[in-house]
């Protein structure tokens, strides 16, 4: 390792403790990022295993494999590790090891803290995960634990509601952390408008968790003491209302699913001008539309509620506010198509999952522009179509993003290329397994077949099969993204400092691997460095 | 932005222990709510485990402070990430004036017939009067009078907003470099701190033996005692942070200009104060 970069360092290289405890105490923004991403990693598979018993048991009609009660605890419970444990830690992750590379900061702003976010995590998903042993299983009422039914399911809901609140806590220290260090450790030079997007969208969301974690808390505050000390917030004969809890759940929950996008569109504002060779199409369009989209997260809510009676002016409200986040959005995927426009253009397997972002997630978004229109969505509502919906948008979306993110920056971290072959490999086969596995699933909800049903009519068999072989196909070719990672990490072709050679920025000026210490004296930044540098021209 | 000497501590060994104290609290307290005998005894020890944590990792952080190892640099980063943390919390008491207001202004009277809330109304609750304060259509939790805004809540509005005062008061005196001043004016915003909290838990007392209201007192018992509640808890966190803070300044601790860790407790302080406010337009005049 070199350490051709990093000035005369004081003491901390001489102890560093090695073994567990350097994982256990370590305050290094790099290594806090690798632990990130190794949890997110192992919870990615680990709610893969209940998709796949969820796809398994929707094979053929009828009851198969588990009884219905645990099939409603694989649903419940595959959500909330994938949202609390993939898709949200992966993101952190890489905020963890790039961003302080990408403003020239030394580390994280507090990096202790920085510690404690990471290590609250796997505690909190033991709290979670163990429910599946108590006597009463696992909750299963969903992820979104609506009062009445989330309160009817025995023992687990209180260590649910505790394994929720921690996961909060590590969020917003987390979040706290990102701004910070964005806000206050940026090299000289590094304004605001010449930040990389990667870091720009993390700023935004950063602020979306620390607005929307404590509502989530609060939320389920109230199920506890619902449920364990007599109020009755969520109860209609106390005065309180079973629908108000799905206002204030939405209230976060809408924000939480662009907490999960929009570091993915940093991520593939960062890879689509590597490849084309040329900067990004409207950078400071971008920033605006970022800062439109959050905006408009907290005015939309009640587009997961349509269906439960809200008078007609809120239904309209919501219908006409969400359907405003398709024109910053569109400005989004304009501006990328534009990136590539006469780009030459290569395709490395990051840049293959970045091509297989926009055009999968635009179909997520296009269906999700159905389910705003309220009387279409009166049809779709709790139906398959919602799921191939939102799967479009989290797995080929936010998982897809996060996939090319960790090719992208892997020669970074390892020193090491990954196999080209095989990650073009990974990337056909995912492409072609998810959209066998999740397209099927919308002309299941047009056809009326409900989610969260452990057995359907006969009508629906062949585009489950269908629909289930897609699904094995697409946890089998994860397999191979982890043998991929593991090779580059043991070994493989030395990357150079810079790795592809369209890539700009200040990541890319420091040695592969990165050393420990990075930026101990803070790097002269000019438009120079910066990805979109022709923008001021 | 210097920060060539920005301070990175090599390792930390307080937020593993801390995570293991939460984690031994939260499964001793989901036990004990379902009932396992030894759950008490889980919370408590994690709460020691967790206390312990707060004090060892304030202790080292003010050590690191009066070896001077921050730079300015670093005591932005620490202002910047109070801030967002009173952020954080403002956000969580939002959720509960959130449900009050819902309560308030839309369910309580759609169940009572107003709006879509008709045919609800007909069917099953006909005889539903719905004003407020309410227990809603059921009556749960029985009959119960509230407590009027204009006797303890404004006496201690009056003392929270002169707290507000006394710890300003302590700043002058701190950038002043008046250290007497400082220690005087901190014991004054302590003991306002103290005896709010007092009459507040008087003020529950009267509510649950005298006249009727509980947390299980329908929508209007939950809000009341829930908003009210965490409004109680913050504000003994705030005094105990006070007293710490005092007791750093008795000890010298803060110069007139470097004294983060005495303002992050004065703006939580504030941030306390304006949340009462909130509570008693919303929850007890109005
Ligand atoms: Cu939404």
Redesign the pocket.
Known sequence: MSHATTMSHDDHHDDHPTGLKRWLFTTNHKEIGTLYLIFSLAAFMIGGAMAMVIRAELFVPGLQLVNPEFFNQMTTMHALVMIFGAVMPAFVGLANWMVPLMIGAPDMALPRMNNWSFWILPFAFFLLLMTLFLPSGGPASGWTLYPPLSLQGGTNIAFVIFAIHLMGISSIMGAINIIVTILNMRAPGMTLLRMPLFVWTWLITGFLLIAVMPVLAGAVTMLLTDRFFGTSFFNAAGGGDPVMYQHIF?FF??PE?YIMILPAFGVISEILPTFSRKPLFGYTSMVYATASIAFLSFI??A??MFTVGMPLGANLFFMYATMVIAVPTGVKVFNWVSTMWRGSMTFETPMLFALGFIVLFTIGGFSGLMLAIVPADFQYHDTYFVVAHFHYVLVTGSVFAIMAGVYYWLPKWTGHMYNERLGKIHFWWSTISVNVLFFPQHYLGLAGMPRRIPDYAVQFAEFNMISSIGGFAFGLAQLLFIYIIWQAARGGERATDQVWDGARGLEWTVPSPAPLHTFDTPPKVDDSVTAHADRLV | MAQGQYYVPHTAKWPIVGSIGLFIMMLGAASWLNGAAFGPWLTLAGSVIVLVMIFGWFADVIRESQQGLYNQAVDISFRQGMIWFIFSEVMFFAAFFGALFYARVLSVPWVGGEGTGAMTNELLYPQFDATWPTAGPANLGGGFETIPAFGLPLLNTLILLTSGLTITLAHWALKKAQRGALIGWMIATVVLGIVFLYLQATEYVHAYQDLGLTLGSGIYGSTFFMLTGFHGLHVTLGTIMLIVITLRCMAGHFSKKQHFGWEAVAWYWHFVDVVWLGLFVFVYVL
């Open positions: 939405w929950g809408h699913v939309v809510w587009h997961h």
